[in-house]
């Protein structure tokens, strides 16, 4: 697709799942590596009334979707890379992955909301260092409203940027930098909307086209792509 690979924000963009089948059991990558998302559980195709975009509805009990191992080691990042996705939350639990590739602290890096008790609901960012992990958040996720979420991980500054609707938030780290995530090899699935192992933090609510790039994208990037996208969800 040379028109798709042009757009400068695609540019070393790694997965890009926009849920255009709107039904069966399986989900495309746009994107060049062309990763197949099979959905577990049969997650449900839905749509946003206003602009009839298709979503999926995850139900938080045991729906998620994955990409096998061996098809997913251009995404074991330990360098710069950057996660996106639209979301909309209902907060059933009290942590819900969001997308990861990890053992937790063993390899590989996560991203998930967490409905703190103290601070509220966050969007945390955890990369994981054979025998533990570090970790970095921020808050203003609302239950049952669309918003576009993600992070920009710089690996020269060991750190990383939380951005919430185009926007850049107070990104808290956990008094250490954001170490480079150990590699898992060919040994981590990519999993979406559930931990590894597929039984813990599932994810309850809509999700629309879940997004990974091997580069940081800067704030007029995140911005860019935020205003691309709004009109869909009326915000």
């Known amino acids: 697709m040379r028109g798709y690979d042009k757009i400068s924000l695609n540019h070393g963009i790694l997965l890009d799942l926009p849920f255009t089948e709107a039904t069966g059991a399986i989900t495309h990558d746009r994107a060049k590596p062309h990763h197949i998302a099979a959905l577990t559980n049969a997650p449900t195709w839905d749509e946003i009334a206003l602009s009839g975009l298709g979503v999926l509805s995850l139900d938080g009990v045991n729906q998620y979707l994955q990409v096998p ?16 996705t639209w979301v909309y939350p209902v907060y059933l639990v009290t942590s819900m992955v969001i997308m990861c590739r990890n053992g937790t602290d063993a390899c590989g890096w996560c991203m998930y909301l967490y409905d703190n008790p103290v601070l509220g609901t966050l969007l945390s960012f955890r990369t994981n260092q054979a025998g533990d992990h570090t970790e970095c958040y921020a808050a203003g996720f609302p239950d049952s409203v669309w918003q576009l979420i993600g992070f920009s991980r710089d690996s020269a500054g060991q750190t990383a940027i939380c951005y919430k609707d185009g926007q850049a938030l107070t990104t ?23 931990q590894d192992g597929e039984a813990i933090n599932l994810y309850k609510g809509k999700m629309w086209r879940p997004r990974a790039w091997n580069r940081n994208l800067s704030a007029a990037e995140w911005k860019e792509l935020f205003d691309m996208e709004r009109h869909f969800f009326g915000v």
Do not use: E, H, R, S
């Not at 191992?69 to 996106?84: K, R, Y």
């Not at 808290?172 to 990519?190: H, S, Y």
């Open 172 to 194: 808290v780290f956990n008094g250490i930098p954001l170490l480079d995530p150990i590699a898992c090899v060919a040994t981590k699935k990519l999993l979406i909307g559930v």
């Open 69 to 84: 191992a061996a098809d997913t080691q251009d995404l074991d990042f330990t360098g710069d890379f950057t996660l996106a």
